[in-house]
């Protein structure tokens, strides 16, 4: 506890001191030096222009800092490297994230354990939506991804020549490919064993910045996409690259606006947990509402602490490894993690279609403060409720049907709970009756089925 408490302190104090902090102590030095501290503040400080990685958090901070000189400032100092020096020190909350960073994939994952997921190829339309769409059950698709461009040609190098200058979105930083590459290639090197959580690509404007989106088609089974009526600059956020090393990856969470999802591996693999809606997993703890979810840190730490719990648990999850040239389906509801297993390029979709758009509807309808991906990436409930009028506008003339089932359906329900709290309210009444022999004999002048009348009568008073 000790050592994470000096850890967050350190975000309070500026560079200097923290390299003053590291002469006080062997305790300080060892946790002045974590990569998790210059990590967050070579973001902070240089974001988009951290250039090239430079074997570690401290020392790609210090290469920056070094480059941001003027020729004149440049002409005194000399940059040296960084080259921690070894010390005794102990720490619980630094031997969990060394842990977390450092345990085989391959054990962490259970990677030889058996899939639970259906496998298929040749898979007619028909059958797809009859066997998959329709019932909400996962599948792996092996037929689709290998047919793409993007199969043959994509790869780091690939990417690196061809898009090395074009910015994209790396968790809470914008920086050239280029950039990234270097800092994935020493994940790489190290064989996955360099940060607990490392940084993942996650880019929405790739189709925009580069000719990339004309390397992959969309499979026919999620061609259906009502949110298109929309148009394509006002309509939720829907599709992005994932780019990252072994250990990176998503830990658990339900896909945005109660969407259906496709993922499809280029290269690399990746380890997938699904759990089937309502089935919370071990270790998650999401808000009442929903609009907030706990997790641990890390999906290393996830993996860690409670993956065994999942031999007990009552209903057993999809457990499987999305591989190169494979494409996975997320139904709607669905809970789910992703592993990178090795370094892994990727693109998903979330797609909105005839059967899951009832529940995309109720979602926008009833939870517009959690409506995500609209209006400029902000969020809100005014956002959701214009998402929500215009959507139903749109889908009027040709999706009237399902439009007035949902509205039914909320009306049904809305009539089964207020008829549920009044039984609770007259339960609660002749509760108070027997308590209390004066109301009771009221209740017998008034009537013994009129206990709305009774009610009525005393709280008039």
């Known amino acids: 506890m000790r050592s994470r408490v000096l850890l967050c302190n350190t975000d309070a104090v500026n560079e200097s001191t923290v390299f003053r902090l590291m002469?006080?102590?062997?305790?300080?030095?060892?946790?002045?030096?974590?990569?998790?501290?210059?990590?967050?503040?070579?973001?902070?400080?240089?974001?988009?222009?951290?250039?090239?990685?430079?074997?570690?958090?401290?020392?790609?901070?210090?290469?920056?800092?070094?480059?941001?000189?003027?020729?004149?400032?440049?002409?005194?100092?000399?940059?040296?490297?960084?080259a921690p020096i070894k010390v005794g020190f102990f720490s619980d909350y630094l031997f969990s994230s060394w842990r977390c960073s450092t345990v085989p994939l391959d054990a962490l994952c259970r990677s030889n354990?058996?899939?639970?997921?259906?496998?298929?190829?040749?898979?007619?339309?028909?059958?797809?939506?009859?066997?998959?769409?329709?019932?909400?059950?996962?599948?792996?698709?092996?037929?689709?991804?290998?047919?793409?461009?993007?199969?043959?040609?994509?790869?780091?190098?690939?990417?690196?020549?061809?898009?090395?200058?074009?910015?994209?979105?790396?968790?809470?930083?914008?920086?050239?490919?280029?950039?990234?590459?270097?800092?994935?290639?020493?994940?790489?090197?190290?064989?996955?064993?360099?940060?607990?959580?490392?940084?993942?690509?996650?880019?929405?404007?790739?189709?925009?910045?580069?000719?990339?989106?004309?390397?992959?088609?969309?499979?026919?089974?999620?061609?259906?996409?009502?949110?298109?009526?929309?148009?394509?600059?006002?309509?939720?956020?829907?599709?992005?690259?994932?780019?990252?090393?072994?250990?990176?990856?998503?830990?658990?969470?339900?896909?945005?606006?109660?969407?259906?999802?496709?993922?499809?591996?280029?290269?690399?693999?990746?380890?997938?947990?699904?759990?089937?809606?309502?089935?919370?997993?071990?270790?998650?703890?999401?808000?009442?509402?929903?609009?907030?979810?706990?997790?641990?840190?890390?999906?290393?730490?996830?993996?860690?602490?409670?993956?065994?719990?999942?031999?007990?648990?009552p209903v057993k999850p999809v457990e499987c490894i999305c591989r190169a040239g494979e494409i996975l389906y997320v139904p709607r509801g669905w809970w789910h993690c992703v592993m990178n297993l090795e370094e892994s390029i990727a693109i998903t979709q979330n797609f909105v279609n005839t059967v899951n758009l009832a529940s995309v509807l109720r979602f926008c309808r009833t939870k517009p403060e959690q409506v995500s991906g609209y209006g400029s990436g902000c969020s809100g409930e005014e956002l959701g409720a214009t998402l929500y009028n215009r959507f139903k506008s749109e889908l009027a003339p040709t999706h009237q049907h399902v439009i007035d089932e949902e509205l039914k359906s909320a009306q049904h329900a809305s009539r089964i709970l207020t008829n549920d709290k009044e039984e609770d309210d007259k339960k609660k009444l002749a509760s108070l009756f027997s308590k209390r022999?004066?109301?009771s004999a009221l209740a017998d002048f008034c009537g013994a089925d009129d206990a709305d009348a009774v009610s009525s009568f005393r709280f008039s008073f």
């Open 23 to 82: 002469r006080c102590s062997r305790a300080l030095y060892v946790l002045c030096n974590t990569d998790a501290v210059w990590r967050d503040r070579c973001i902070a400080r240089f974001g988009g222009g951290l250039g090239a990685f430079s074997d570690s958090w401290k020392n790609t901070y210090k290469a920056a800092l070094f480059a941001s000189l003027s020729v004149n400032e440049k002409e005194n100092i000399v940059f040296v490297p960084d």
């Open 113 to 313: 354990a058996p899939d639970n997921i259906d496998r298929r190829c040749n898979l007619s339309m028909e059958c797809f939506i009859e066997e998959y769409d329709k019932p909400g059950k996962p599948v792996i698709l092996t037929d689709v991804v290998t047919k793409w461009p993007a199969f043959k040609k994509w790869s780091m190098d690939y990417l690196e020549k061809t898009v090395g200058d074009t910015i994209f979105r790396a968790e809470s930083v914008d920086l050239p490919f280029k950039s990234y590459a270097a800092y994935a290639k020493h994940c790489r090197e190290n064989g996955g064993s360099f940060e607990e959580a490392p940084l993942y690509l996650f880019d929405k404007y790739f189709s925009h910045r580069t000719s990339l989106a004309d390397d992959y088609t969309v499979p026919e089974y999620f061609s259906e996409d009502l949110f298109q009526v929309l148009g394509a600059e006002k309509r939720p956020d829907y599709r992005w690259i994932i780019i990252g090393p072994p250990r990176s990856g998503s830990t658990f969470h339900l896909d945005p606006n109660s969407t259906s999802a496709w993922n499809a591996v280029i290269t690399g693999s990746k380890k997938w947990l699904l759990f089937p809606p309502d089935c919370i997993p071990p270790g998650v703890f999401p808000s009442v509402d929903g609009s907030e979810v706990t997790t641990p840190i890390s999906l290393a730490e996830w993996f860690l602490n409670h993956y065994d719990e999942i031999k007990h648990w």
């Open 437 to 439: 022999p004066a109301l």
